[in-house]
């Protein structure tokens, strides 16, 4: 197997950040580049009067996402586990499992480095699982780290 690209998501949290290791560990062991990429997903309006001042408009909310993601990803990205190592930034926007799929494939990646959050019972039947669905629909292997139960909280 030759490993030559990294796939590896991220949603910045402690959590979804724990595959960082994983794919650098990887990449310095094959010489192969890491494709960091990190999803927007489209917001959904809500109906409704709630009482509060208005809201901000989609389109001021997603700008804002996309100002954070532009600060933090560098900060991800171009840390001290990745020092050495060729590591392309990209930000997305879309549903996040099929946006990973998307640039797998557009991107030719050997493999995807995904982080789970590690949800059960109900917790994954509302947010759902996008390392699930990546593995169900990636034409690359996908390798999934999974936080200890003592990094995963209660």
């Known amino acids: 197997?030759?490993?030559?690209?990294?796939?590896?998501?991220?949603?910045?949290?402690?959590?979804?950040?724990?595959?960082?290791?994983?794919a650098t560990s990887l990449a310095r062991r094959f010489g192969a580049s890491i494709i960091c990429v990190h999803?927007?997903?489209?917001?959904?309006?809500?109906?409704?009067?709630?009482?509060?001042?208005?809201p901000l408009p989609i389109a001021d909310i997603t700008d804002q996402l996309e100002d954070s993601a532009e600060r933090e990803l560098p900060k991800f990205a171009e840390g001290e586990e990745c020092v050495g190592l060729k590591v392309e930034q990209l930000i997305v926007h879309g549903e996040a499992a099929s946006e990973i799929v998307r640039v797998a494939k557009d991107r030719k990646v050997d493999l995807i480095v995904i982080s789970s959050h590690g949800r059960t019972g109900l917790g994954r039947i509302l947010f759902g699982s996008t390392a699930e669905a990546v593995v169900r629909h990636a034409s690359c292997p996908v390798l999934v780290v999974k936080p200890s139960q003592e990094e995963q909280g209660p």
Do not use: H, K, W
Not at 1 to 11: F, Y
Not at 41 to 54: I, L, Q
């Open 1 to 22: 197997m030759q490993i030559r690209s990294i796939l590896l998501p991220t949603d910045f949290s402690e959590c979804g950040n724990y595959a960082l290791s994983y």
């Open 39 to 54: 999803v927007i997903e489209p917001m959904v309006t809500t109906v409704g009067y709630s009482g509060m001042t208005e």
